[in-house]
């Protein structure tokens, strides 16, 4: 039987060669739109700021705010050629010059130029104050852009020590803001001028527009004349009962996309509703049970789990355990593909865990085995905060770290508990533990309802503190810890493990727990610098040695999502990383 990696590659060949062809218009056979499913909110056009990344912009917008490359469907970095190409001219110090396409402009007829570069470059680059970014992985390395303002080249010279491999993946997709957007919101036009120069006041009113001037909400008003878009879809609406509709962009240079427009549900949206009335055509995610719905399968996983084509295909395969109610909750027969990313408990380093006693005293009477046989990918424990499943170390890493916190021990946790500094009265305080995720997510409530069955017993209290409006920015202050998929509450994860590697890097936003460790500070830098197996080796163990003596986190088991499709879908390739499914969606067609 051809195994799932074949057919995901077979899809994504026969997705290319449509790409390299005349498109030619759609018959009496084809309709004209589709239905997307994301089980993320959408609150923030721009995909780089702290929410914008941890939530689904990035699946929703990946084909509206394309750059020099995408994620595609295995994780790996692919040039997006459309908007222009980015060469490797010198290796030291190690120099990228970036050419924007002739053509490329935005859907207000404004021409995307080296503006757009030097904005992200500094947004991303942590150097200046006031840039809410996600993450510094790989800008923080630059030194700096030669940009004349309004030009389509521009050269980007790194420091001389840097030798980050990931540079292709740098200015990729969701990172080209319109400068000429955010110097309007600012009320700054030479956008330039401003960042290269010493106006601390204009600069920050750049940052805040960067920040804050492309939040979105179901229900707003979307202006053409902000919410610009680069790529062959841009966004015509966003309501609770529509969902996020995107509608072809007639100032796309490129190949028209096969479909009209796209409907993506988010979550805060009625995406179950349309899901339960046969609207939706394609699903991404972490609810196999409406996966399973949108695919046409028995929701109690009885028929069709093969994925058997190129057009759809989730990660669960023949004999997998659907993850709903009502369904088998062992996941140990499951033959799921290798996932890019990894559930875990993310900790606040103040209030309660900020006590590494209580941190170990949680990760002991919490019960990772059954965590990851009842929701982990092939219900496989996973010990590594340092690679996924999919990692060539990962699996034998895996079992050499297994050892730490592998079942619920409760006298044990109780003991640790004990060990703890009591106060002035001789008292120590029973723990309370908020988990927080974006409500919604019946997996999620029920992690942290068996978490806290299984810790009520050692003294822990552990509270369900999900909400509708949860961000990453409410760790530490509304809950205690944050239940992710590797570093978002979305699809996640790349084939290189560069961005979320940076999890663990010492100031880096996206150190949600504010861990600080030199030598895991060395090792991600390592380890974003080599890609050979032999090297890596050390660097990983340095870090879940490190990090499981520290416990700044508390890795769960490989995340599993459904990424399918219904049978009238043509060319949907399971996007298997952190812009999910959609990577491909200006391909995607219906038949009726």
């Not at 170990?360 to 929701?375: G, K, N, S």
């Not at 995720?437 to 509270?463: E, F, L, R």
């Not at 416990?551 to 499709?565: F, K, N, W």
Request: hydrophobic share 40%; net charge negative; proline share 5%.
């Amino acid at each position: 039987m051809i195994g799932p990696r074949l057919r995901r590659v077979a899809a994504f060949a026969a997705t290319l060669a449509a790409a390299g062809t005349i498109l030619v218009a759609c018959g009496d056979d084809e309709e004209s739109s589709i239905d997307y499913l994301i089980d993320a909110r959408v609150s923030d056009y721009n995909v780089n700021t702290r929410d914008g990344y941890a939530e689904g912009a990035l699946m929703a917008l990946t084909r509206v705010l394309p750059g020099f490359s995408l994620i595609g469907p295995d994780g790996q970095i692919v040039a997006d050629r459309d908007v222009g190409t980015a060469t490797l001219t010198e290796t030291s110090p190690m120099t990228v010059r970036y050419d924007f396409n002739p053509d490329a402009v935005y859907s207000d007829g404004k021409p995307m130029v080296c503006d757009d570069l030097v904005l992200a470059a500094t947004a991303l680059g942590g150097r200046v104050r006031g840039f809410d970014a996600a993450t510094n992985a790989g800008y923080r390395d630059i030194d700096k852009v030669d940009c004349t303002p309004g030009a389509k080249t521009a050269t980007v010279t790194f420091d001389k020590d840097s030798e980050f491999r990931e540079w292709r993946g740098l200015f990729g997709a969701g990172t080209l803001l319109p400068a000429h957007v955010v110097g309007r919101i600012a009320g700054v036009p030479d956008v330039v001028g401003t960042l290269n120069g010493k106006n601390s006041a204009a600069i920050a009113k750049i940052a805040k527009a960067w920040n804050t001037g492309f939040a979105i909400a179901p229900g707003d008003e979307i202006d053409p004349e902000t919410f610009v878009a680069s790529g062959p879809y841009r966004v015509e609406g966003y309501s609770t009962d529509r969902g996020l509709r995107l509608v072809a962009n007639d100032k796309w240079w490129g190949q028209k996309p096969v479909l009209g427009d796209v409907t993506v549900w988010p979550l805060g949206t009625d995406g179950k509703t349309a899901v339960d009335d046969g609207v939706v055509d394609v699903a991404d995610t972490a609810d196999l049970s409406l996966a399973d719905t949108v695919a046409g399968r028995d929701p109690q996983g009885q028929e069709g789990d093969t994925q058997d084509g190129a057009t759809q295909g989730g990660d669960a395969q023949e004999g997998d355990a659907r993850d709903g109610e009502g369904a088998e909750t062992d996941r140990s027969a499951a033959r799921d593909i290798a996932p890019l990313a990894v559930t875990n408990l993310v900790f606040a380093d103040t209030g309660v865990t900020a006590d590494l006693k209580v941190r170990q005293a949680l990760a002991t009477c919490m019960p990772r085995d059954r965590l990851a046989r009842e929701h982990g990918s092939n219900g496989i424990v996973w010990s590594l905060h340092s690679a996924s499943p999919a990692d060539t170390l990962g699996p034998s890493l895996n079992v050499q770290f297994g050892r730490r916190y592998p079942r619920s021990n409760v006298a044990r946790a109780r003991t640790l508990l004990e060990q703890r500094v009591a106060d002035e009265n001789g008292r120590r305080a029973k723990p309370v533990i908020r988990i927080g995720y974006p409500a919604g997510s019946a997996t999620s409530a029920a992690v942290v309802k068996t978490i806290a069955d299984a810790c009520v017993g050692a003294g822990i209290t552990v509270k369900d503190a999900s909400s509708p409006d949860l961000s990453v920015a409410g760790l530490g202050k509304k809950v205690d810890a944050l239940l992710m998929s590797g570093d978002t509450f979305a699809a996640a994860g790349t084939s290189s493990g560069i961005p979320a590697l940076y999890t663990l890097y010492p100031g880096d936003p996206l150190n949600l727990s504010g861990y600080r460790n030199a030598e895991v500070g060395k090792a991600v830098t390592g380890l974003s610098e080599t890609a050979s197996d032999s090297a890596r080796l050390p660097l990983l163990r340095t870090i879940d040695t490190q990090a499981w003596d520290q416990l700044p986190t508390i890795p769960l088991y490989g995340s599993v999502r459904g990424r399918d499709a219904s049978a009238a879908v043509q060319r949907m390739v399971p996007g298997m990383g952190r812009s999910g499914t959609g990577w491909n969606m200006d391909r995607w067609g219906m038949t009726r």
